[in-house]
């Protein structure tokens, strides 16, 4: 299917319709993404982030039909990866949790502002300590953090995958870092 | 993940996509939903504008104790709360459309309070609403119907079962079966008389199944005619009994 790389999300989508081979080209497209952003979302093992993320790609390829144009198939694709995550969850009754890795290290100085950042000696501490303050923020706060910060959506893209207001996606940010900065100049003080 | 293996399990499960149909269906309910709770708030909202300006705003204190018991009464209270459940329902239902998730609540909220308000002018002013209002058993009227069966207060109302020169048969909200003596009405009274299904009368309470009529209102319309000035005595729970007494009082007056 090698004539798939000439073609956009929109035309895969249309010809996997009509075969299911040519779904192959949405899976190579987004199994890395969706991997990660699967991985980041939770802490499932290995085995747990593969089984979810075939999950997904089923849904996905199970509700094409449902796919409007007028967003982008990332975002749609992405919505169904947070709506089964969030299932999921409620499923296997887990702690909704997520996990930063490597790739997130320079949006953690974002994250932790400079007054926070100059007073851990090395970035992987950290690191440690933005993943215990993220683990205290609520669910909402933290799809927009890591869909910002670490798989870097614009707001409007947020707003679709979530399937809220962008105001509320401007919100939800701010404060999700300001309690960031908050909780973690709480913890250099003590 | 290798792709293969989503493939393979998509062929060999027979893993299809949903028809686009069933989506278009969905969708379509969720709209079509979404109009029908707006028609009815709109309808609520023309019931509710309805009874407020049907109400006896002149004459409220021929029946009612204080105003703030008049409002209470004119208020179609559940109505008001129906109203209020469908313009808390209209932006869950509109979250659900393609892209009401872009709007903030507060903007839907407002979008359903217009809506209705609009709509339900617009019902109002082409006048469908007197014809859709039959539909509805309302609770102005159930509150009238209550209200106006007090016989021992003066009050008594009903649908007329049979007409005669000087009396009348009704037969109460209630099932309660009465000979109406009208010979002391005036002419207007006697007309609504011979002209409507449904009355109230003002008069007094003869024995349990005579009233004596001194007054003749049709049953669909709370404005009272002006039955001119009578003056405050005594407790006002009382006060339609001694108005009713009054006027029973002057026409049988006149009459002799």
Same mark, same amino acid.
Request: neutral net charge; aromatic residues 10%; glycine residues 4%.
């Given at each position: 299917?090698?004539?798939?790389?000439s073609?956009? #999300?929109?035309?895969?989508?249309k010809?996997?319709?009509?075969?299911?081979?040519?779904?192959?080209?949405?899976?190579?497209?987004?199994n890395k993404?969706?991997?990660?952003?699967?991985k980041?979302?939770s802490?499932?093992?290995?085995? #747990?982030?593969? #089984?979810?993320?075939?999950?997904?790609?089923?849904k996905?390829?199970?509700?094409?039909?449902d796919?409007?144009?007028?967003?982008?198939?990332?975002?749609?694709?992405?919505?169904?990866?947070h709506?089964?995550?969030?299932?999921?969850?409620?499923?296997?009754k887990k702690?909704?949790?997520?996990d930063?890795?490597?790739?997130?290290s320079?949006?953690v100085?974002t994250?932790?502002?400079d007054e926070?950042?100059?007073?851990?000696?090395?970035?992987h501490?950290?690191k440690?300590?933005?993943?215990?303050?993220?683990?205290?923020? #609520?669910?909402n706060?933290?799809?927009v953090?890591?869909l910002?910060?670490?798989?870097?959506?614009?707001?409007?893209?947020?707003?679709?995958?979530?399937?809220?207001?962008?105001?509320?996606?401007?919100?939800?940010?701010?404060?999700?870092?300001?309690?960031?900065?908050?909780?973690?100049?709480?913890?250099?003080?003590? | 993940?290798?792709? $293969?293996?989503?493939i $393979?399990?998509?062929?060999?499960s027979g893993?299809?996509?949903?028809s686009?149909k069933?989506?278009?269906?969905k969708?379509?309910?969720?709209?079509?939903?979404?109009?029908?709770? &707006?028609i009815?708030?709109?309808?609520?909202?023309?019931?509710?504008?309805?009874?407020?300006? &049907?109400?006896?705003?002149?004459?409220w204190?021929?029946?009612?104790n204080s105003?703030?018991?008049f409002?209470?009464?004119?208020?179609?209270v559940?109505?008001?709360?129906?109203?209020?459940?469908?313009?808390?329902? &209209?932006?869950?239902?509109? %979250?659900?459309?393609?892209?009401?998730?872009?709007?903030?609540?507060?903007?839907?909220?407002?979008?359903?309070i217009?809506?209705?308000?609009?709509?339900?002018?617009?019902?109002?002013?082409?006048g469908?609403?007197?014809g859709?209002?039959?539909?509805?058993?309302?609770?102005?009227?159930?509150?009238?119907?209550?209200?106006?069966?007090k016989?021992?207060?003066?009050?008594?109302?009903g649908?007329i079962?049979?007409?005669?020169? %000087?009396?009348?048969?009704?037969?109460?909200?209630k099932?309660k079966?009465?000979?109406?003596?009208?010979? $002391?009405?005036?002419?207007?009274?006697?007309?609504i008389?011979?002209?409507?299904?449904?009355?109230?009368?003002?008069?007094i309470?003869?024995?349990?199944n &005579?009233f004596?009529?001194?007054?003749?209102?049709p049953?669909?319309?709370?404005e009272?005619? $002006?039955?001119?000035h009578?003056?405050?005595?005594?407790?006002?729970?009382?006060?339609?009994?001694?108005?009713?007494?009054?006027?029973c009082?002057?026409?049988?007056?006149?009459?002799?």
């Amino acid at each position: 299917m090698d004539e798939t790389i000439s073609l956009n #999300d929109i035309e895969v989508v249309k010809k996997s319709l009509e075969n299911p081979d040519y779904f192959r080209a949405i899976i190579e497209r987004y199994n890395k993404p969706l991997a990660r952003y699967i991985k980041r979302r939770s802490h499932a093992t290995e085995h #747990d982030v593969d #089984d979810i993320l075939q999950e997904v790609f089923i849904k996905i390829y199970r509700n094409l039909n449902d796919f409007d144009e007028r967003l982008a198939f990332s975002s749609w694709v992405y919505r169904i990866a947070h709506n089964h995550i969030i299932d999921w969850y409620r499923k296997e009754k887990k702690y909704n949790t997520i996990d930063l890795d490597d790739e997130g290290s320079v949006l953690v100085l974002t994250l932790a502002g400079d007054e926070n950042a100059d007073k851990y000696s090395n970035q992987h501490e950290l690191k440690v300590e933005i993943n215990s303050v993220l683990e205290t923020l #609520d669910a909402n706060y933290k799809d927009v953090v890591i869909l910002r910060f670490f798989e870097d959506k614009t707001y409007e893209e947020i707003s679709d995958i979530m399937q809220i207001p962008v105001s509320l996606v401007g919100a939800r940010l701010n404060r999700a870092k300001t309690m960031i900065k908050k909780k973690l100049l709480e913890k250099t003080k003590k | 993940m290798d792709p $293969n293996i989503i493939i $393979n399990k998509i062929k060999n499960s027979g893993i299809t996509p949903i028809s686009r149909k069933h989506f278009i269906f969905k969708r379509a309910l969720v709209i079509g939903l979404g109009i029908i709770v &707006t028609i009815l708030g709109a309808l609520v909202f023309a019931k509710i504008t309805a009874s407020l300006l &049907t109400a006896s705003w002149k004459d409220w204190d021929y029946v009612f104790n204080s105003f703030g018991s008049f409002v209470y009464f004119a208020m179609p209270v559940s109505w008001v709360l129906t109203l209020i459940a469908f313009i808390i329902l &209209t932006p869950f239902i509109l %979250e659900k459309t393609s892209n009401g998730y872009k709007y903030k609540r507060i903007i839907l909220i407002l979008f359903s309070i217009l809506s209705s308000i609009i709509l339900g002018l617009v019902i109002l002013k082409v006048g469908a609403y007197t014809g859709i209002n039959k539909f509805f058993v309302t609770n102005v009227e159930k509150h009238e119907a209550i209200l106006w069966t007090k016989p021992m207060d003066g009050r008594l109302s009903g649908h007329i079962t049979a007409r005669a020169t %000087e009396s009348l048969i009704i037969q109460d909200f209630k099932g309660k079966i009465w000979a109406v003596d009208i010979s $002391n009405v005036l002419d207007l009274s006697k007309k609504i008389a011979q002209e409507e299904e449904n009355i109230k009368i003002i008069g007094i309470e003869i024995d349990d199944n &005579t009233f004596l009529a001194c007054q003749i209102l049709p049953f669909d319309v709370t404005e009272t005619p $002006n039955l001119g000035h009578v003056e405050e005595t005594g407790d006002s729970s009382t006060k339609i009994s001694v108005i009713a007494k009054d006027i029973c009082a002057v026409i049988l007056r006149n009459d002799l």
